[in-house]
């Protein structure tokens, strides 16, 4: 006789299972989507994710073609001018710091890697104007390493839902997630957070009315409570 044996259940945290309600609600609502910066090689990603720092990612798809005409690798940008780089980035915003930034990391990424990018977290951070977020962005778009990139929304987000405190920095919601929730889901679900912080939960006047969340959101309750 042939033993069948029954399949073991999978035992999932609260946090886990709170996690992945949201997740699955808003990927109901917005689907899949894919990277919000329109770039053709791991190189044009690199230096929009740094060129959107403070700036809508719109702004930077709009201004990336006249930049890539001039300067398409590391190897051409390495040896931009300053005044003319800044000069087609300057709509942007920090423009003299994401120049200079830009053209020092394209040197790096020629002499250190032959004009690739790095595959790893400390290879990505150690290059100039790339933190943990872009790194993440970076690894997960180009590499498919899974990664949690915590921009302004996602930060926003995890608060008002109550998943973070009003201190906790980028990188301990960064930890939070990828503590409760399998890689698989991570850059998938920042994606998703940003996509409703930017059409719903926004920042000054956030739509809880029509939130599909709203019911599992601390900042509702508070509100609620407010009014």
């Known amino acids: 006789m042939q033993l069948i044996l029954a399949p073991i259940p999978i035992m999932r945290t609260k946090k886990e299972k709170e996690l992945l309600k949201i997740y699955k609600i808003l990927e109901?609502?917005?689907?899949?989507?894919?990277?919000?910066?329109?770039?053709?090689?791991?190189?044009?990603?690199?230096?929009?994710?740094?060129?959107?720092?403070?700036?809508?990612?719109?702004?930077?798809?709009?201004?990336?073609?006249?930049?890539?005409?001039?300067?398409?690798?590391?190897?051409?940008?390495?040896?931009?001018?300053?005044a003319d780089l800044?000069?087609?980035?300057?709509?942007?915003?920090?423009?003299?710091?994401?120049?200079?930034?830009?053209?020092?990391?394209?040197?790096?990424?020629?002499?250190k890697y032959n004009g690739k990018i790095p595959r790893s977290m400390e290879g990505l951070t150690n290059l100039p104007g790339i933190g943990r977020k872009t790194a993440n962005v970076i690894l997960g778009h180009v590499f498919n390493k899974p990664g949690f990139p915590v921009d302004t929304h996602v930060q926003r987000i995890m608060k008002r839902l109550g998943l973070a405190g009003e201190k906790d920095s980028p990188e301990k919601i960064e930890s939070f997630v990828n503590a409760n929730l399998k890689p698989k889901y991570w850059s998938a679900f920042s994606l998703l957070l940003i996509s409703h912080g930017r059409a719903v939960c926004k920042a000054r006047h956030p739509e809880c009315e029509v939130c599909e969340i709203r019911k599992i959101c601390a900042y509702t309750h508070i509100s609620l409570e407010i009014d």
């Open 28 to 82: 109901e609502k917005y689907g899949k989507i894919e990277c919000f910066l329109r770039h053709s090689n791991p190189f044009q990603l690199l230096v929009m994710a740094v060129l959107s720092a403070q700036c809508a990612d719109s702004k930077v798809n709009a201004v990336a073609p006249a930049i890539f005409a001039k300067y398409p690798d590391a190897k051409t940008m390495a040896f931009a001018k300053f």
């Open 86 to 111: 800044s000069g087609i980035i300057k709509p942007l915003g920090l423009f003299r710091t994401k120049t200079k930034n830009i053209i020092a990391c394209s040197k790096i990424l020629v002499e």
